[in-house]
């Protein structure tokens, strides 16, 4: 069994070094810790008074693990979720903040549970969830991203740069859904032909 501090290694080495894309709302980004994170949290690594890129560019790996072991694994409550859960919601925390608590919200009430959708792991989410792990312990993880799969197209059908992180130059699957798919059984994976009918009508 992993432990919370190698699925946080994993995310760090999924999020990649160093990048500042300017279709990327996140700004200058290192290993997946956003600029606007690290002025939220105060880190002027550089000691000059401002959090500016040269910051980000300083992060090291390690500090990147433990801000999101602190701050997207602890502070959110993703520990209290029922453990096979806990992967897959911490990796989409990293990328979607509260979105990945809304996403299982939704799901759960698709399953039939009356609960908020706020984006926050309260005792009456962690609750279902819990229930529902008990109800469909061999479909809720794979239930979860399929709607995370589903998410990133969403957005993408929105959001017409963000295009890109959803399918390569080619037309095959872009990084986004291979990120979800990390966290689905093979038997759910999209087929390449699948994948390029969903994306047809983008640009």
Do not use: C
Request: net charge positive.
């Amino acid at each position: 069994m992993q432990s919370v501090t190698d699925i946080a290694d994993q995310i760090v080495a999924r999020e990649g070094g160093y990048v500042n894309d300017p279709d990327d709302p996140g700004g200058a980004t290192k290993f997946g810790v956003t600029i606007h994170t690290m002025r939220r949290l105060g880190l002027d690594l550089d000691g000059d008074g401002k959090i500016t890129p040269s910051d980000v560019r300083r992060l090291t790996r390690a500090q990147a693990r433990d801000i999101f072991l602190k701050h997207y694994f602890y502070k959110p409550r993703i520990d209290e979720l029922p453990e096979p859960l806990q992967a897959t919601v911490f990796d989409m925390y990293v990328n979607a903040g509260g979105n990945a608590v809304r996403i299982l919200q939704r799901l759960l009430a698709k399953m039939g549970y009356e609960l908020s959708q706020d984006g926050a792991l309260g005792p009456q989410t962690l609750g279902i969830a819990r229930a529902a792990m008990k109800a469909a312990s061999g479909h809720l993880v794979d239930a979860y991203g399929i709607e995370r799969r589903n998410y990133y197209y969403r957005l993408a059908d929105r959001r017409p740069t963000s295009r890109k992180y959803a399918r390569r130059k080619d037309g095959g699957k872009g990084g986004w859904i291979k990120r979800a798919e990390e966290f689905i059984a093979p038997r759910y994976h999209l087929t390449d032909e699948a994948h390029r009918e969903r994306v047809r009508a983008w640009v």
